[in-house]
């Protein structure tokens, strides 16, 4: 589990076994399908129905379960369903001042692209120009980062959307420096 940006980790599924499943004031992404999100909606076969309310993701209080698998092909992660209401609840979190796990199965690829995503989208805290521009940035502070072609695809299309001129960014101070509350 690594500190990417005050109060804000990335992480595997041991990270969150270790040091944050059953503690207090932690907040948690589950960027990952198996288990946590098909666990949590009880279906043990092939997943929720795509016409399921919950089908992208789903939230307990301080805790968002996405059905999120790293898919070879970018259309696979939806920006509207899955992505933008990842980021809305990093955004709470970030107001609310309480740490966020964000970890995947592995740790490599999901949860820090998210974790780079939202760095770069919301706290500016990463480069913005390019999604290579903010790779080069956030591998310093992850090395395992290592997406898989799905998902970097997917933030290749919509990097000008997520980051682009009057994109959304929190925490940015007119001097341009970035405050995560913590």
Known sequence: ?????????????????R????????AVVHAC???YHKELLGNHTAGAPQNHPEYY?????????????DAPQGRFFSKEHLIDPTLSFLDEMNERG????????QGESRSPSLALLYMAARLR????????????????????????PGIREHLLQY????????ARGIGSTAEGEVTWVS
Request: charged residues 20%; glycine residues 6%; hydrophobic residues 45%.
């Open 1 to 17: 589990m690594i500190e990417v940006h005050s109060g804000l980790f990335v992480g595997d599924d041991i990270d969150y076994i």
């Open 19 to 26: 040091h944050v499943a059953r503690q207090a004031g932690w």
């Open 33 to 35: 399908k198996l288990p």
């Open 57 to 69: 993701l789903a939230r307990r209080d301080d805790v968002l379960f996405l059905n999120i698998v």
């Open 98 to 105: 309480m740490p966020v796990l964000i970890h995947c199965n």
């Open 125 to 148: 805290a990463l480069p913005t120009e390019s999604l290579a521009a903010a790779e080069a940035a956030f591998r310093p502070l992850y090395p395992m980062y290592s997406p898989k």
């Open 159 to 166: 990097w000008d959307q997520y980051c682009g001129e009057g």
